[in-house]
């Protein structure tokens, strides 16, 4: 039953660890940004186009489709309308990571449309309630931020959201995004990325060096 798009990779146990170090924002039906709700004035003043130094301030940012467009870390000034979205699009960088990742009928990627030198994918994986959530999941993820690491061409920022479906069980966490400089990437990879599910210290300080946004939609099933 695919309730959401994506949740969180980790079990809840250490979502809950990362979460409390990168002090997520909760977004409740985060608004679409103002150039694109239906209906506008045209007589409405157009947003401004961004400057280079906006953009780099910005960081990287992503697009996800549900329930509308919406803008993963997007600043204040892209969600009041006062300026303009950078342009996103899906990066090749994205397209590489993703052939990397070893194919599993239970873990789906999709690749996200994002802004320049930033690597945005999506994590779903399709797990029975008395399994352990992630097991699929994190291992790959672990490989692509290995592999972002290794290669300075793929970018500047990488965004992952995922998502864990519990078949026959109660869905745990909400939809959950992160994003990470490649300078963590890089010191993760440093201190040593685990392959297996262990959560430890080099974990830990990943998570809680980059940023983590829930997205939680008014009427959401989470828990029930």
């Not at 994506?6 to 079990?11: C, D, E, I, M």
């Not at 342009?87 to 994002?114: E, G, H, I």
């Not at 490649?182 to 010191?187: D, K």
Request: net charge negative; charged share 15%.
């Amino acid at each position: 039953m695919l309730r959401r798009f994506v949740l969180a990779s980790l079990p809840v146990c250490a979502l809950l660890i990362a979460s409390a170090c990168s002090q997520p924002r909760l977004i409740v039906d985060s608004p679409t940004p103002a150039a694109e709700v239906p209906g506008l004035s045209s007589d409405a003043q157009a947003p401004a186009q961004p400057t280079p130094e906006q953009i780099a301030q910005w960081g990287g940012l992503a697009v996800i489709a549900q329930p509308y467009i919406q803008y993963l870390f997007a600043p204040p000034e892209i969600v009041s309308g006062k300026a303009q979205a950078p342009p996103t699009d899906v990066r090749p960088s994205t397209l590489q990571l993703m052939d990397s990742v070893a194919p599993n009928k239970r873990l789906k990627l999709t690749p996200l449309p994002s802004t320049d030198r930033t690597v945005a994918i999506a994590f779903q994986e399709t797990t029975p309630f008395r399994q352990r959530w992630g097991s699929i999941m994190i291992p790959a993820e672990r490989h692509l931020f290995a592999e972002f690491a290794a290669d300075r061409s793929l970018g500047d920022w990488l965004i992952v959201v995922d998502d864990v479906i519990v078949t026959g069980g109660k869905d745990p966490v909400p939809l959950t995004a992160y994003r990470w400089p490649r300078s963590i990437v890089e010191q993760y990879a440093s201190c040593g990325i685990p392959m297996s599910l262990q959560i430890e210290d080099c974990t830990h300080d990943f998570y809680g060096g980059g940023e983590t946004v829930f997205v939680i939609r008014s009427g959401n099933n989470v828990g029930q």
